[in-house]
């Protein structure tokens, strides 16, 4: 679970009739474009890590009957990977350009997609598959409310991130707790957390066009984490949503 930099200035909603704005909608559709691809990558990279053998075994731990049992040192440190390119992302380029930020949109895509290979080892791919579209389902009708509401969102986002905050220290103390009813607790609220980021990100992504105008590396910057905002959205989002759906291996 992850959450970068959302620190754009927010301006308020303004009276320009948006839904007519060619350079939006381009905008909007490569940030889309974007998000999907790295999906593709990162589901790529998760077949990879839970099918082919060697790899596997370099990351995870599992029982005869090839469930997941754990993780070795490296899958730990590959889990928490993305997590590090976020900070040392958002310290080490106060001003990033567009091959800075599309070279961490990429990294963390594909770092999060060799750890995922953990929920091929975890649940079954019909399980799989099945929540994979309610989640896509979902994210499209929360990102178009977020796209085409009036209502401006800024502060429902700003308690929605410290949740995230919470749903974080919550899981870590679960780490060592076991206790079923927080793990509950978590899932749930995370669902609820995440399906209101990705209305409000998008929002926020409108309003990020409309702050930099036509400025092209501002743009480019823009569009890389975009995208990655609501990438990160609808990974949480899944893996929420499997908790609840999700059939485990035997």
Do not use: H
Not at 20 to 36: I, Q, S, T, W
């Amino acid at each position: 679970m992850s959450d970068f930099n959302r620190g754009y200035a927010r301006p308020a909603p303004a009276a320009t009739d948006m839904s007519v704005d060619a350079g939006l909608r381009a905008f909007m559709l490569g940030v889309y474009n974007k998000m999907a691809l790295g999906l593709v990558v990162s589901g790529a990279m998760a077949f990879v890590t839970s099918s082919v053998a060697p790899v596997r075994d370099a990351l995870f731990l599992t029982t005869p009957t090839g469930a997941l049992a754990g993780y070795t040192i490296l899958g730990w440190i590959v889990a928490f990977a993305p997590l590090a390119v976020l900070l040392f992302g958002g310290f080490a380029k106060r001003e990033p350009n567009v091959r800075s930020a599309s070279i961490m949109y990429w990294t963390i895509v594909t770092l999060i997609g060799a750890s995922l290979g953990a929920l091929f080892l975890r649940y079954t791919g019909g399980s799989i598959a099945s929540t994979f579209f309610v989640t896509a389902a979902s994210f499209g009708a929360l990102s178009l409310f977020g796209y085409s509401t009036k209502k401006d969102l800024t502060g429902f986002g700003s308690f929605l991130i410290m949740g995230v905050v919470g749903l974080i220290i919550a899981s870590v103390v679960n780490i060592f707790l076991k206790s079923p009813m927080l793990y509950l607790a978590v899932n749930a609220l995370g669902v609820l957390i995440f399906a209101g980021l990705t209305a409000y990100d998008t929002q926020r992504l409108k309003m990020t066009y409309y702050e930099i105008g036509g400025d092209e590396n501002a743009l480019g910057v823009a569009t890389s984490y975009g995208a990655l905002s609501l990438y990160l959205d609808f990974i949480n989002l899944f893996q929420f949503l499997l908790a609840f759906m999700g059939a485990r291996r035997e």
